[in-house]
């Protein structure tokens, strides 16, 4: 029994591992233009970091797709030891979408800031 127990265990490790190795497709946004509604886009990526409307119905929104990281620095002192500096941050990446007021999708650009 406890033989069966190990090999189920490894068999569940390895299914977890083989999950969490896939990448997910990228999407090719320049087909969707003219198509993909602001909804659509929604029900895909979850609510928007920021949306804004104009008075002619046009919607632009952001979507964070990479979060910025810190990139800490170590330097090393003349007694030996290493200290750790935060460095720079990398600065976040969002996907930015414009639909124009009949709610489809318009145009996209990738943003950093």
């Known amino acids: 029994m406890k033989h069966i127990s190990h090999h189920v265990s490894l068999l ?8 969490a190795c896939t990448t997910v497709p990228k999407i090719d946004w320049d087909t969707r233009v003219g198509s993909h509604t602001f ?4 029900k895909d990526m979850g ?10 119905g046009t919607r632009v929104a952001e979507w964070l797709v ?3 990281r810190n990139n800490p620095t ?3 002192v003349p007694d ?6 935060e460095g720079v941050r990398d600065p ?7 639909f124009g007021p009949d709610g489809r999708l318009k145009e996209w650009k990738r943003v950093w800031r």
């Open 12 to 19: 569940g490790l390895l299914l977890l591992l083989a999950t």
């Open 47 to 56: 609510q928007p970091e920021k949306s804004t409307a104009a008075a002619d």
């Open 66 to 68: 990479v979060r910025g």
């Open 39 to 42: 909804d659509a886009v929604v």
């Open 74 to 76: 170590h330097h090393s």
């Open 92 to 98: 976040d990446q969002l996907l930015r979408l414009t």
């Open 80 to 85: 030996g030891r290493v200290v750790r500096t």
